[in-house]
């Protein structure tokens, strides 16, 4: 059974930076590409960002290109999304899946974006 242990969300103002983890059990972590999502309040969930095995291909959505950061450790089965000039926009749940969302979703972690 897999499961999703998201962490390192708060609040934060506009401009600081959060370092999220997700760390991963009931799989064999090294063979899935991975992805962050989030889902703002009345929204639907949506791609944040994604990593590929190993690591050597990334992508992401336009709107955190260039202060987003995805990376991932496959020792410790953790994904981290590196969160730089956060904006209030930011402000979601944001959650881990492989890069299709198609496993068991996790509790999340909550961001929150406000002055």
Known sequence: QVQFAESGGGLVQPGSSLVLSCTTSGIA???YSMAWYRQAPGNQREFVASISLGGINKGYTDSVKGRFSISRDDAKNTVYLQMD???PD???TYYCND???VLEWGQ?????VSS
């Open 85 to 87: 000039r956060l904006a």
């Open 108 to 112: 999340g972690t909550k961001v929150t």
């Open 90 to 92: 930011d402000t979601a």
């Open 99 to 101: 890069r299709f969302g």
């Open 29 to 31: 972590f090294g063979d």
